[in-house]
């Protein structure tokens, strides 16, 4: 697969117990963030999105927590799987009207049974 | 299904060649993204378009060029001057800019010979 992720911070978990992948935001003014997962030798997959008017949303398995007191956001992933192994990458949108994204390097997550 | 197709997933370049990497959607969206990735590091923007024959560098333009003929289409060409060409390349798309999320391809390697 592509050397995806190498040197990249590595949190390793038990399967079945929950995950919590942190990213430190860069832009105070960025009001859009995202959470994707990239798997070896394919794109990033989308996750879970979150707005600045909210500090929490939920998906299925998966939180994700806003603290923009502090530019800090997270991915929960609760009784995580074998199949979660993966990068995560979190983005921000730089604020309001922007047409980019900002991504960050990204958490490589690693599940063992 | 919809989604985004790129090609091919494997390119080997010659010194002094220009190549050229196809991007495809049908998901109807009307901005397009270029992303090159890196072992170790995020993902990091090349050129982008938010509408048909209009287009922008991103951060990292030098060596390589787009053209956005069609709503479709992105086809974005490494040039000869692009000395550092080997990478991931990863192409996304998303309805409009800003606060949306992008959606991508699963990525085209390009090796130099």
């Known amino acids: 697969g592509e050397n995806v992720g190498l040197h990249l911070p590595t949190l390793s978990v038990q399967e079945g117990d929950n995950s919590i992948i942190n990213c430190a935001y860069s832009?105070?003014?960025?009001?859009?963030f995202i959470w994707y997962k990239q798997e070896s030798g394919k794109g990033p997959q989308f996750i879970i999105d979150?707005?600045?008017?909210?500090d929490k949303r939920q998906g299925q398995r998966v939180t994700v927590l806003l603290n923009k007191t502090v530019k800090h956001l997270s991915l929960q992933i609760a009784a995580t799987q074998p199949g979660d192994s993966a990068v995560y990458f979190c983005?921000?949108?730089?604020?309001?009207?922007?047409?980019?994204?900002?991504f960050g390097t990204g958490t490589r997550l690693q599940v063992f049974p | 299904d919809g989604g985004i197709t790129q090609s091919p997933k494997y390119l080997f370049r010659k010194e002094g060649q220009n190549v050229t990497l196809s991007c495809e959607q049908n998901?109807?969206?009307?901005?397009m993204y270029w992303y090159r990735q890196d072992p170790g590091q995020g993902l990091r923007l090349i050129y982008y378009?938010?509408?048909?024959?209009?287009?922008q560098k991103g951060d990292i333009a030098e060596g390589y060029s787009v053209s956005r003929e069609k709503k479709e289409s992105f086809p974005l060409t490494v040039t000869s001057a692009q000395k550092n060409p080997t990478a991931f390349y990863l192409c996304?798309?998303?309805?409009?800019?800003?606060?949306?999320?992008?959606?991508f391809g699963d990525g085209t390697r390009l090796s130099i010979l």
């Open positions: 996304a798309s998303s309805k409009g800019t800003g606060g949306q999320p992008q959606h």
């Open positions: 998901l109807n969206h009307d901005a």
């Open positions: 832009n105070s003014a960025s009001d859009y």
């Open positions: 983005a921000e949108n730089g604020g309001r009207n922007t047409d980019k994204l900002i």
């Open positions: 378009s938010q509408i048909v024959n209009d287009f």
């Open positions: 979150i707005r600045s008017n909210m």
